[in-house]
């Protein structure tokens, strides 16, 4: 018999034990964090994006839904439209110049913002509120700032004798600085996002190597040669990659400073997409377009993503 100092073990209840037991299972804990992700890609990539190629296989069009089989006719009709191809050497302009500057500014700012000064907290809050910002407001306010006639920014020109009294630049309506234009914004939008994923690269460089170098007699620009700009590559290429994403497909911008003029000027794929698909009514030839975009976001990813696995193996 149990002698009354024993204490008296209760058995562990079923349910208890079961979540002990699911708890213990990594593989189902996996999976059931996993899972909103899971949710949230089907619903608004996976679904939107099969149904685009359905469309871009159909007749389908704002005034007349039906779906019916029309092969590949819409790939066709893009491809004999002259604002298509304008269209696609737009986007590589404008994710091309976009990506030098946003990857040259971001770095330039990392630097800065991994000093060690007063008040860097408040630096990192306010170079963080372009991106945080509405892409709407923000762009609104850039419409007045570029205005032919109200532009601050010809005022500043005028002031310091870079233009004329009474003339004005016509930012948004001359294609070519309409484009720069455009350009500028998006920087202006993209460039904190890269500096802050440029900044964690920075801060996790070992401080030993830093320090063994300026034992060494090493200076500041055959450090930054030799050894921050070498160990921070991979991180570059991971925010060009980022980049070129949200440049190839934005159309923000471009929707709210130009609606793709003067001319087609300033068009891109996706406003181009959006103008066709929604505007004009024409979802499938709209899908079309949108659709082309894919093969070449998948080239861009795949060859930024060997080039970091190569800079990384060596």
């Known amino acids: 018999m149990a002698t009354a100092t024993e204490e008296k073990v209760e058995p562990t209840p079923v349910k208890e034990l079961a979540r002990r037991t699911l708890a213990d299972r990594e593989g189902a804990l996996a999976w059931i964090f996993l899972l909103p992700s899971v949710v949230y890609i089907v619903a608004l990539v996976a679904v939107p994006f099969v149904l685009a190629i359905g469309f871009a296989f159909s007749d389908v069009s704002a005034g007349d839904p039906t779906f019916d089989w029309a092969g590949f006719r819409n790939f066709a009709r893009a491809f004999d439209d002259p604002v298509f191809w304008r269209s696609l050497g737009n986007t590589f302009v404008f994710t091309g110049v976009s990506m030098v500057f946003i990857v040259l ?49 010809d005022w500043v020109l005028r002031q310091v004798g870079l233009l004329d009294a009474g003339a004005n630049m ?5 294609p070519g600085l309409a484009m720069s234009s455009v350009i500028a914004v998006h920087v202006w939008r993209l460039v904190p996002l890269a500096a802050v994923i440029m900044m964690a690269g920075l801060v996790a460089i070992p401080r030993d190597i830093d320090e063994a170098a300026r034992v060494d007699g090493a200076g ?14 991979p991180v570059v290429a991971v925010a060009a990659l980022f980049g070129a994403i949200f440049t190839f497909t934005d159309m923000a911008v471009v929707r709210i400073l130009t609606r793709g003029g003067p001319n087609d000027s300033t068009q891109v794929l996706s406003s181009w997409a959006f103008y ?21 976001l998948l080239a861009a990813a ?13």
């Open 170 to 174: 016509y930012w948004l309506g001359e």
């Open 220 to 233: 500041y620009w055959r450090r930054m040669f030799e050894i921050t700009i070498p160990l921070v590559l």
């Open 105 to 153: 500014f971001g770095k330039i700012l990392a630097n800065i913002l991994v000093a060690d000064f007063r008040g860097k907290w408040v630096v990192r809050f306010l170079v963080l509120l372009p991106w945080t910002t509405p892409v709407a407001l923000s762009s609104i306010s850039w419409l007045w700032l570029l205005d032919s006639i109200y532009s601050p920014i």
């Open 302 to 314: 795949v060859g930024i993503l060997r080039v970091v696995r190569r800079i990384e193996v060596s």
């Open 276 to 296: 066709r698909g929604i505007d004009g009514g024409d979802v499938a030839g709209g899908a079309a377009v949108a659709l082309f975009l894919f093969p070449l």
